[in-house]
């Protein structure tokens, strides 16, 4: 299953076709076919569960950036609509893995994020240094990537209410999810449509680093990553 249709056009449409690779190696880890099969971990829950609140809470900060960043009040809604959404929606998906795990939302966060998870936040930071263009570049991977693996699952195999993490596949196969991502992808093509070739290329290398990111902030929670030095120091 591709991330975009086969008569959509436009830059973010590109981008999806050029990079389907990414978003094939990011629904094919082990730490995703685990929350598939069901088969995932307690701790690995709880570690993705602790560095995901943490991220994105950054994340959100990053939509301050793209605030400063809006040249009108459109773009301000947009942002303001999205943080609306990850800090007052987005913790459902994220009381669901507790809930399997026993542990109380508030008991799995964590006040330090993982190498990995510092990297993919560093990332997006620099981003929001550059152009409106490259910061959204930077945050589409993750709604996309997400929201495009839930929906791909629910049509394969539809899991059920007995499946121990229905909860979260619920919450990003929901519609409104899709929705906010295909204006994402309307407001970033517009940008493209308007910027030069330097400032394409640089949108481009953005949204690629943070489809990679996304696939090791998988590695990180399947390996239980920490600032542990290799072989213990």
């Keep these: 299953m591709l991330p975009v249709a086969i008569d959509e056009t436009g830059f973010t449409a590109d981008l999806g076709r050029r990079h389907a690779d990414l978003f094939e190696a990011f629904y094919r880890h082990p730490f995703l076919g685990g929350m598939r099969d069901g088969t995932l971990g307690r701790e690995q829950v709880l570690h993705y569960v602790g560095q995901d609140h943490a991220y994105l809470t ?3 900060r990053c939509y301050g950036l793209g605030l400063t960043l809006s040249p009108d009040r459109e773009w301000m ?21 507790c809930a399997f795990a026993g542990t109380a939302y508030e008991d799995a966060q964590v006040d330090r994020l993982a190498p990995s998870a510092q990297a993919y936040v560093d990332h997006m930071s620099a981003a929001g240094r550059d152009t409106l263009g490259v910061l959204v570049a930077a945050l589409l991977p993750c709604p996309w990537t997400y929201g495009w693996a839930a ?16 909860g979260w596949w619920s919450f990003y196969a ?16 517009g940008l493209a449509a308007g910027a030069g070739p330097a400032e394409r290329e640089r949108m ?21 990553e920490d600032w542990t030095p290799p072989n213990g120091g």
């Design 58 to 60: 950054a994340y959100v």
């Design 77 to 97: 809604r947009f942002f303001h609509d999205s943080v609306a959404y990850t800090l007052g929606e987005e913790g459902q998906a994220h009381e669901a893995l």
């Design 151 to 166: 929906r791909r699952f629910a049509a394969e195999a539809a899991p059920g209410e007995d499946h121990p993490f229905h």
């Design 174 to 189: 929901e519609p409104s999810g899709g929705e906010a991502v295909a204006t994402m992808r309307s407001l970033l093509d």
């Design 204 to 224: 481009e290398r953005a949204f690629e680093v943070s489809c990679h990111h996304e696939i090791r902030f998988w590695e990180m929670a399947w390996s239980l």
